[in-house]
């Protein structure tokens, strides 16, 4: 009797949910997400050695490169939608030594260091592939901060930052392995082209990167870089550890592959190449 | 015991007005970066830490360093050493007040550096760092203090003290070693991921922080008519040589396992400090001639050092070989060991790094007002040492 | 005691430093500030005036822990209208005049809250506007 009410309320909030206009991320919101995620999993065979299913929401990403390949000015568009959105700024070439990136875009060699670069197909070495903050399950920027500044959002898997409390050490810096992380170096102020009112900048001498929209995933909007793909199945957002959600679908469907696997801090970003 | 302070001949106190002249221009360096940001020197996004953390990684090296002279004294009843562990006590009180400034003026928000304690994080070894880095210096001013007294007033020091002694003995080891923590536990810094860091980090600072007090000591001889003895610094001088011959062994290990495994990760930092990393037709090689240079006054410290143990041998020679020595480690681990790090960087592009002129000046001001302490601290030491004579 | 003539006059002459912004301003402490409240809003707040007078600063602290750090981003409501908890997205939406309203008490106690090195006022918002 219990379990049907929990089920009917469930669904009740979902559609509720669904009704204000964000049918794909409801479940990400509402806290009935997490109990959903917790139900029925079947572990997944682990590849490595002590590897063990992760448990809770992880919201995570599928970069289908194909798309972007047809379509490069897409990613343009993306970085854009981000920086419009948080506040970013653009520093000009002279100042390069200051820039801040959230997600930008690199050729496959220098996204995926740890592949083979040797005989690529001429589409890919070509490309411009999107890099951005992996949210991974196990962050080493997160350990290694020394005062939580940044930290693992429990409810989504999202690796976080509060400006409040960094000292701006850099050890983060030092510590990602993929390089997401970026310093304010003076003040960003007059390097931000359009204000977002909703959203703060950020102050010199703190660390930022991506935060895969936490703001934006409360009010049930999609992050910016995937809604201004939106349609073309470029970038599929979602809670990789729920086998129901769409971005698991695509998982299971199609190879793909990470950014520096190896550095076993396990991302959540994954690559249709 | 600090009267002694303030009275001394003109070179005293040409030395402390021209070390003084240096911490007033590093001080309006760092007025003008606290202001302006960071962005005044020359880090970026690729390279994020720049000479102020690798003069501290070195320094912290110069702090344990002091061990070699308290370990042989307080352990193993090495008399010779007894008028010198008290400067190896000072020095290490020095080289970590050095390393909190440099800390201090690489924070992008010193205001909040208390942050660290507010909110302690056991996962972090920077935490780890704070914790035995203040614990060192507690238990120097303490040790250092408390023997001085004692030794003034021509009485055994209090035998509560010596817990503290033999306590600060691991702590030595701890803060060289939990410094190397903050690089060899990074997941993706293939030159630094290496479980050799630390003790390679260890062996460089036994040649390294011993040999600035045989300098001092040679330069106390002339200056102040302090004495340490011929058998102290024939001690000193194979305690270094040791040092630096393990260390030396250690850099070669990574020469070894880079180049004879041919991992791309584990060989270019080193190809990039040693000898230029080519990357789209670019060699990048800023920290060559310094690599080099550092190889050089190695093996030639090393080499005098050798000599000195079959022939007669003079001050000058031991000063020359310790000075050699102490350069030759500097570039190893105050530059080249963390700037290589971040080359190439995580996206396998190279970004060379050039400190500007506002960061050098704020470099030079801590150093300046490291030895404006240990000249100080020395001076009493000293004084105290001429007063019970 | 020993150089009594130095060190007495030494002290008041130590002490008179110290107090001198008390009688540089002639023992007053100046015309109080009077924040300019928000037209046209009506007179609630999230909490009562006195209260929000005193602990203002607390409670921005605990929106911006619940928000940042525990993604709690649970709404307010003031007046039938409802608002996402924070400086820009529900204080700033009344008291938009971040110089007639806060900045008159804070200069008054000579308080600098390091608030609007990020968070935008509405006028700063409003000056680089997407033009789009």
């Known amino acids: ?273 | 015991m600090i009267e002694k302070t303030l009275k001394g001949k003109p070179a005293y106190w040409i030395w402390l007005a021209f070390l003084g002249t240096f911490v007033a221009i590093g001080a309006a360096c760092y007025v003008r970066q606290y202001i302006y940001g960071l962005a005044l020197t020359g880090m970026s996004r690729d390279v994020s830490w720049g000479i102020y953390i690798s003069q501290f990684t070195f320094l912290v090296g110069v702090a344990a360093g002091g061990l070699m002279l308290v370990l042989p004294y307080y352990i193993h009843d090495y008399k010779a050493f007894g008028k010198l562990t008290i400067l190896g006590e000072f020095l290490a009180i020095s080289a970590i007040a050095m390393c909190l400034m440099f800390i201090m003026a690489d924070l992008g928000q010193p205001l909040r550096g208390l942050n660290m304690i507010l909110h302690p994080t056991p996962n972090s070894m920077l935490f780890w760092d704070m914790v035995v880095l203040l614990g060192y210096l507690t238990l120097n001013v303490l040790c250092g203090w408390v023997i001085l007294t004692a030794e003034r007033k021509g009485v055994h020091p209090p035998k509560w003290i010596y817990i503290f002694v033999y306590i600060s003995i691991p702590f030595a080891v701890s803060i060289h070693t939990v410094t190397a923590m903050l690089y060899c536990g990074l997941p993706g810094r293939h030159f630094w991921l290496s479980a050799i860091i630390a003790p390679r980090f260890l062996a460089s600072a036994f040649a390294a922080g011993p040999a600035l007090i045989v300098v001092a000591c040679l330069i106390m001889k002339r200056v102040a008519h302090f004495d340490a003895g011929k058998e102290a610094l024939a001690k000193l001088s194979t305690i270094i040589m040791y040092a630096a011959i393990i260390n030396t062994f250690f850099v070669i290990l990574e020469f070894f396992v880079g180049y004879y495994s041919n991992v791309p990760g584990h060989i270019h930092s080193l190809q990039y400090l040693f000898f230029g990393l080519e990357h789209h037709g670019h060699v990048y090689n800023n920290l060559v001639p310094f690599m080099w240079g550092s190889v050089f006054l190695n093996f030639a410290g090393l080499g005098l050092l050798a000599y000195m143990k079959f022939n007669e041998w003079t001050d000058g020679m031991l000063g020359a070989a310790c000075v050699m020595i102490f350069f030759a480690l500097w570039i190893d681990k105050g530059l080249g060991f963390v700037l290589g790090g971040f080359v190439p960087n995580m996206l396998d592009q190279v970004v060379e790094y050039y400190p500007t002129a506002n960061e050098v000046g704020i470099t030079l001001g801590i150093w300046a007002a490291g030895f404006f302490l240990v000249t100080v601290l020395y001076k009493i030491a000293v004084g105290v040492e001429h007063e019970i004579e | ?132």
């Open chain 1, 1 to 273: 009797m219990d379990n049907q009410r929990r089920k009917f309320l469930k669904i009740a909030g979902i559609s509720a949910l669904a009704g204000i206009g964000a049918p794909a991320l409801a479940k990400l919101t509402s806290t009935s997400a997490f109990a959903a995620a917790q139900e029925g999993h079947t572990a997944a065979a682990g590849a490595a050695h002590g590897a063990t299913e992760q448990s809770g929401i992880q919201l995570g990403m599928v970069i289908d490169m194909r798309k972007f390949i047809e379509k490069p000015e897409m990613l343009d568009r993306a970085i854009a939608a981000c920086a419009r959105v948080h506040n970013v700024p653009e520093f000009p070439p002279e100042k390069k030594k200051s820039e801040i990136k959230w997600i930008w875009k690199t050729p496959f060699e220098n996204a995926f260091t740890d592949q083979s670069q040797a005989r690529l197909s001429t589409a890919v070495e070509h490309a411009q592939f999107p890099v951005l903050c992996n949210h991974c399950a196990e962050p080493a920027c997160v350990k290694v901060c020394p005062t939580k500044a940044t930290f693992k959002q429990k409810d989504n898997g999202i690796v976080a930052m509060d400006y409040h409390r960094c000292i701006g050490c850099r050890f983060c810096m030092a510590g990602c392995p993929y390089g997401a992380r970026s310093f304010n170096w003076e003040d960003p102020r007059p390097y931000v082209k359009t204000y977002n009112p909703d959203f703060p900048t950020r102050m010199r001498g703190v660390v930022e990167k991506c935060n895969f929209c936490g703001e934006r995933l409360a009010l049930g909007l999609k992050p910016a870089c995937v809604e201004a793909c939106e349609g073309s199945g470029a970038m599929v957002f979602g809670d990789i550890n729920d086998e129901k959600s769409e971005v698991r679908q695509v998982l299971a469907k199609e190879f793909t592959i990470q950014r520096n696997a190896s550095a076993g801090t396990k991302p959540s970003v994954f690559y249709i190449v």
């Open chain 3, 1 to 132: 005691m020993y150089n009594k003539g130095t060190i007495i006059p030494g002290l008041i002459i130590f002490v008179l430093i110290l107090t001198s912004p008390i009688w540089y301003n002639g023992l007053k402490a100046g015309d109080l500030p009077k924040p300019e409240a928000p037209m046209g809003v009506g007179k609630q707040c999230v909490l009562p005036v006195q209260e929000m007078r005193d602990t203002h600063m607390q409670l921005l602290n605990q929106w911006r822990d619940e928000v940042l750090r525990d993604d709690d981003r649970s709404t307010v409501v003031v007046n039938g209208k409802t608002y996402r908890k924070g400086l820009q997205m529900a204080c700033m939406q009344c008291h938009t005049d971040k110089e007639k309203f806060c900045d008159t008490c804070h200069e008054y106690a000579s308080v600098k809250p390091y608030c609007w090195d990020c968070h935008l006022t509405p006028k700063q918002a409003v000056s680089k506007k997407e033009t789009h």
